[in-house]
């Protein structure tokens, strides 16, 4: 059987974007057919958890149970090396905890994280969807492989645009960041596009 992942922002006893997060398990049960997805909420008022500062909440899950929830500090790494990575066939629609695909193509690039080419078209890291500058404006690739949360939560408030990037048009943009649920649009980890070292 199928096992997913949830990967939720906690900061200060706070859940972040949980409504959003609710919605890809309910999607991810009606797309297989299933019925009863698990409450987030409800899984993380169980935790009766009282610490100050970031976490994350990871809940491993099936469409019988939750499989493992973890509640763990969380520092975001900052990334030195970066290099395209061109995969035509992966589809990653919904949130698999099986990521062996992904770590083999890192594991191979040899480099801190890989972008993912995919038909020629920019998409997502091994772990989180990307935000390039042009200008003053950030755009997201319309080629994702995973719709995270924080890109639709950005997208819906209108801090970030959606544009095809190709690598073609790659050298248009400026600038890097990567979003997922525990990095949210950030100054703080703005890339130039000369760490990826295969740039075209």
């Known amino acids: ?35 009863n997805p698990i409450d987030i909420s409800k899984i993380y008022r169980d935790l ?4 100050e500062g970031l976490f994350k909440l990871r809940i491993v899950y099936d469409f019988e149970k939750v499989l493992q929830t973890q509640l763990i500090p969380y520092a975001i790494s900052e ?9 035509n066939l992966y589809d990653y629609a919904f949130k698999f905890a099986d990521r062996t695909t ?7 690039a040899k480099s801190d994280e890989i972008i993912i080419v995919k038909n020629n ?7 989180s969807n990307l935000l390039f500058k042009k200008g003053k404006t950030w755009y997201t690739p319309s080629t994702f492989l995973l719709n995270g949360v924080q ?9 970030i645009k959606e544009a095809e990037i190709t690598v073609q048009n790659l050298r248009e943009f400026s600038h890097f960041q990567i979003i997922n649920a525990m990095n949210d649009f950030d ?9 990826i070292q295969n740039l075209p």
């Open 102 to 108: 992904l770590e083999n193509m890192r594991r191979e």
């Open 79 to 87: 990334l030195h090396s970066v290099r395209l990575v061109e995969n």
């Open 187 to 195: 100054d703080m980890f703005i890339y130039p596009l000369s760490i």
């Open 1 to 35: 059987m199928s096992q997913f992942i949830e990967s939720i922002r906690v900061e200060d006893r706070k859940l972040h974007l949980p409504d959003l997060h609710q919605q890809r398990v309910i999607r991810t049960f009606e797309h297989f057919g299933k019925e």
């Open 48 to 51: 009766h958890h009282d610490g």
């Open 121 to 127: 078209r920019i998409t997502d890291t091994s772990f």
């Open 151 to 159: 890109r639709q939560h950005l997208l819906k408030t209108k801090k």
